[in-house]
């Protein structure tokens, strides 16, 4: 089991937007503001596209947004494209014996 | 363009020790107030942090594998490792090294290995 809890899928059309949750514990999401989210397609690599909760590297789309209230943390992606169909994971930074943890991931179905 | 690449065997007997290097290019190991470490994932799962070595020389590692768990630094060849021993079926995974800034942010990754452990 996961440290952190994601919803297993979402599905959205093209044009629209959707918003995944993560949610965790004080001693993680909610206690800094250290979240970040990665977007991997199969057989690759996660990609960071949100860090620090809503900060997004260089080269990321600014139709990917990140927020978070309380000990749940949302990706918001607006205005959603066919590329967009994706595994989409949250991490956090924790105060527990492990400093890492992610979440179980969701996967993106763009209809 | 930093760029990182694995390197390793791809298959490991149960009870030997995985040992796994990544190979820092484009940028220097020793950048300041950098975390480079490895992630993996089993086969239809999710990523699981491993640990992390800060540029100081640092170690950070996931509790439940930190008997078991060795990252080093081999700065003369800009290069990082893993070691992983006991390995059982469970360490099956793709295994990738990653870096970023913050230990809880990887903006760097390497393309994966897949390790499997079986007789």
């Known amino acids: 089991q996961s440290a952190l809890t994601q919803p297993a899928s979402v599905s959205g059309s093209p044009r629209q937007s959707i918003t995944i949750s993560c949610t965790g514990t004080?001693?993680?999401?909610?206690?800094?503001?250290?979240v970040s989210w990665y977007q991997q397609h199969p057989g690759k690599a996660p990609k960071l596209i949100i860090y620090?909760?809503?900060n997004r590297p260089s080269g990321v789309s600014n139709r990917f947004s990140g927020s978070k209230s309380g000990n749940t943390a949302s990706l918001t992606i607006s205005g959603l494209q066919a590329e967009d169909e994706a595994d989409y994971y949250c991490?956090?930074?924790?105060?527990?014996?492990?400093?890492?943890?992610f979440g179980g991931g969701t996967r993106l179905s763009v209809l | 363009q930093v760029q990182l690449q694995e390197s390793g065997p791809g298959l490991v007997k149960p009870s030997e020790t995985l040992s796994l290097t990544c190979t820092v290019s484009?940028?220097?190991?020793?950048?300041?107030?950098?975390?480079w470490g490895w992630v993996r994932q089993p086969p239809g799962k999710g990523p699981e942090w491993i640990g992390s070595?800060?540029?100081?020389?640092?170690?950070y590692y996931k509790a439940s594998l930190k008997s078991r768990v060795a990252i080093s630094v081999d700065r003369s060849k800009n290069q990082f490792s893993l070691r992983v021993n006991s390995v059982t079926a469970a360490d099956t995974a793709v295994y990738f090294c990653?870096?970023?800034?913050?230990?809880?942010?990887?903006?760097?990754w390497g393309q994966g290995t897949m390790v499997t452990v079986s007789s």
């Open positions: 004080s001693s993680d999401v909610g206690g800094y503001d250290y």
């Open positions: 991490s956090s930074y924790t105060t527990t014996s492990t400093p890492v943890v």
């Open positions: 990653m870096g970023g800034a913050a230990i809880d942010a990887f903006d760097i």
């Open positions: 070595i800060f540029y100081s020389g640092s170690t």
């Open positions: 484009g940028d220097s190991i020793n950048r300041n107030n950098f975390y």
């Open positions: 620090e909760v809503s």
